[in-house]
């Protein structure tokens, strides 16, 4: 399996700083090529926010260059990976109540996450409402789940999703990384297909515009190597910002082939 990778983000047209972060690593290793993406969205006071997502971003990408190799060669890499993944999480959740308590300032991020290895297995870590869509020809579908009050009224029925589109309660996250003294991530593995796209996002990216629109613009056999894939994501922002969207936006997309 290849990885073809692309990515945009912006602050949108009314913050002055971006509190998102993202990174994106590809290497060639004894198991074949591999793909990682992580988006995170902060949020706090001035650049608080950019403070604790740029913290969970360093950790990844610190944990792919220095743990990763030593997981790989383990009899179960996966378990191995959820391992390493879960107790980054829960230090980095330490990490930022601390660093917010020494600035007077509560403070937090999101943090979702994708390893796709060579022979199309995924891994998932996900806390908050960044998420991760796959997307086929003619599908979409939404990978992980919200861990937010709407989200979880509309499971149980109290809301429909249409409604919960415009509940003022749609921001208000059940748990994210530097707020509570516990954090449980959820995790997800499954496989990926050729000719499949997989695309994270900040929730900015995707308050305005439809699952139908997204599918339009970031199909795959529409994206046919990564420059086209981020002239796509740049214009599902644009439409974002047209739309008078006010938050950061940030998108990856990742393409199988």
């Known amino acids: 399996m290849k990885y073809a990778i ?3 983000t912006d602050a949108g047209i009314k913050k002055e700083t971006n509190q998102d972060s993202l990174v994106i690593k590809k290497a060639k290793t004894t198991n074949g090529m ?45 378990t191995q990976i959820k ?20 600035a007077h300032m509560q403070m937090g991020t999101t943090c979702t996450a994708i390893l796709l290895f060579e022979d199309g297995t995924y891994l998932i870590a996900h806390v908050g409402d960044s998420r991760i869509y796959r997307i086929k020809q003619t599908e979409i579908e939404i990978l992980t789940e919200d861990h937010t009050l709407v989200a979880k009224d509309i499971k149980t029925g109290r809301i ?9 309660r749609r921001n ?20 990926a297909g ?43 922002i644009e439409l974002n910002m047209q739309r008078n969207e006010t938050d950061n936006i940030t998108s990856i997309l990742i393409k199988t082939s």
């Open 83 to 102: 391992q390493q993944w879960r107790t980054m999480i829960l230090e980095q959740n330490q990490k930022i109540i601390a660093y917010g308590n020494d």
């Open 160 to 168: 429909t999703k249409e409604q919960a589109e415009y509940d003022p």
């Open 194 to 236: 050729k000719d499949e796209c997989y695309m994270l996002c900040s929730d900015g990216f995707r308050h305005l515009i439809s699952e139908e629109e997204i599918q339009s613009y970031l199909s795959p056999y529409k994206n046919e190597n990564e420059q086209i894939m981020k002239e796509s994501i740049i214009q599902l």
């Open 34 to 78: 591999i793909a990682f993406a992580s988006v995170c969205d902060g949020m706090g006071g001035l650049d608080k926010g950019e403070v604790a997502s740029a913290s969970v971003v360093q950790s990844f990408s610190d944990w792919f260059e220095h743990e990763l190799p030593y997981a790989l060669s383990s009899v179960d890499k996966i």
């Open 6 to 8: 692309a990515f945009h």
């Open 172 to 191: 208000v996250l059940l748990q994210c990384i530097g707020v509570a003294d516990h954090v449980e991530p959820d995790f997800l593995e499954g496989k």
